[in-house]
């Protein structure tokens, strides 16, 4: 069976690169990525084999990406933070699932066109770093099954948490929704109305009687607190690291 980087390597014509094999798990990838205004970038990708079934990807000399910028999503080493969730668990054993890896490089690099010009990482997709990712994948889950209107305010970051004594309370556009016991994790207020604004026989649903909200609510402000410290500590690990220069909001010193 082909390696991973041979079926990235075998759908190269599709998207009119050229792949020149190094090994059977490496591979340079050359191509034009058109952008929307028109413009093209002339691209050589270094594309190697990470464990069995998985690929990571790099510009092969630093020259229309920074070698390293964690606010537009490059590790240290240069490789791209895939950390789009299509892609943290692609394994790629067939041309299918090269075609997606490739369509996640190609999302990857068309943003970064848009963020050399904006100077920021669009706020809207921006994904979480590092380890941050996996809770902002939770965050999702739970505001998902409370419905659409925190799915929005999520995405718009209108949600946050603070520690207050033994509870963490959750703030929606900074207005108190709900507490949770930070031991227990269980919601405070039980009796109050379900955040989701469903309705029973005696008017508004209670939390504790509303399907699965109340843990939701709580797997919801847990992985909020979650993302945040693992945000804080993945910034803290390069805090000192110049920042490249590429973004006005960087958090890494000048
Ligand atoms: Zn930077
Ligand atoms: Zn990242
Ligand atoms: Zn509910």
Redesign the pocket.
């Known amino acids: 069976m082909p390696t991973a980087v041979e079926f990235i390597a075998a759908v190269a014509p599709a998207y009119n690169a050229a792949a020149e094999h190094v090994s059977a798990v490496s591979v340079i990838l050359r191509f034009n990525l058109a952008l929307s205004d028109g413009r093209t970038v002339p691209y050589e990708i270094e594309v190697k084999q990470v464990g069995d079934r998985k690929a990571m990807a790099k510009e092969r000399q630093p020259i229309n990406l920074p070698e390293f910028c964690?606010q537009r999503?490059?590790?240290s080493d240069g490789s791209f933070?895939?950390?789009w969730r299509e892609v943290s668990n692609l394994d790629i054993s067939d041309e299918e699932t090269a075609h997606a890896w490739w369509g996640i490089l190609w999302k990857f690099l068309t943003l970064q066109a848009r963020v050399k010009k904006a100077r920021r990482w669009p706020n809207q997709n921006e994904?979480?770093?590092?380890a941050a990712?996996v809770h902002q994948y939770r965050a999702e889950l739970a505001a998902h099954e409370l419905g659409g209107e925190y799915v929005i305010a999520l995405k718009e970051r209108r949600l946050s948490v603070v520690k207050k004594k033994r509870v963490l309370q959750l703030l929606k556009d900074k207005n108190h929704l709900y507490s949770v016991w930070l031991d227990s994790k269980k919601v405070v207020n039980l009796k109050q109305r379900c955040l989701c604004g469903s309705t029973g026989k005696k008017g508004r649903k209670r939390l504790r009687r509303c399907g699965s909200h109340a843990s939701d609510a709580s797997h919801l402000a847990m992985a909020l607190l979650l993302w945040e410290i693992e945000e804080k500590a993945?910034w803290h690990s390069f805090r000192d690291r110049q920042c490249c220069g590429t973004c006005d909001n960087c958090p890494l010193q000048p």
């Not at 994904?127 to 590092?130: C, F, L, M």
């Open positions: 964690p999503h490059i590790n933070c895939l950390y994904w979480a770093h590092g990712a993945f």
